[in-house]
Every structure is written in structure tokens, then in C-alpha cells.
């Protein structure tokens, strides 16, 4: 029952290092996109600015 129990836990270790790994690569991969996001946003706004609202009191 140990070795079970042992080849069990191994499994779960290997799993969740994978899981972790995975969540590490997403992660990065969604501050790199967030950061392109950011700066192509700014860009647009450079070169088109958006005009007033026509419902604004300015």
C-alpha cells in the first residue's frame, strides 16, 4: 500500500510542477500582451485622438 500511496504522490508532485510551470508561462504571456496593448493604445491615441463627445458640456 506505501508504493501505491508513493507512486501516487509522485504523480500529484509531477502534476501540479507542470500545472505551475503552465500558470508561470500564461502569466508572463499576459504581461507581455497587456504591455503591447498599452503601447499600441498610446500610439492611437497620437494618431487619432479621439474628438470631444458631442454630449459634454466642454
Known amino acids: 500500500m506505501d508504493i501505491i ?7 500529484f ?3 501540479t510542477k507542470k500545472e505551475k510551470k503552465e500558470l508561470e ?3 508572463k504571456q ?3 500582451n497587456k504591455k503591447e ?3 499600441s493604445e498610446k500610439l492611437q ?14
Open 13 to 15: 508532485l509531477e502534476e
Open 25 to 27: 508561462e500564461s502569466y
Open 45 to 58: 491615441e497620437e494618431l487619432e485622438p479621439l474628438p470631444p463627445c458631442p454630449m459634454s458640456d466642454e
Open 37 to 39: 496593448r498599452t503601447t
Open 5 to 11: 500511496h508513493g507512486i501516487r504522490f509522485k504523480k
Open 30 to 32: 499576459s504581461k507581455e
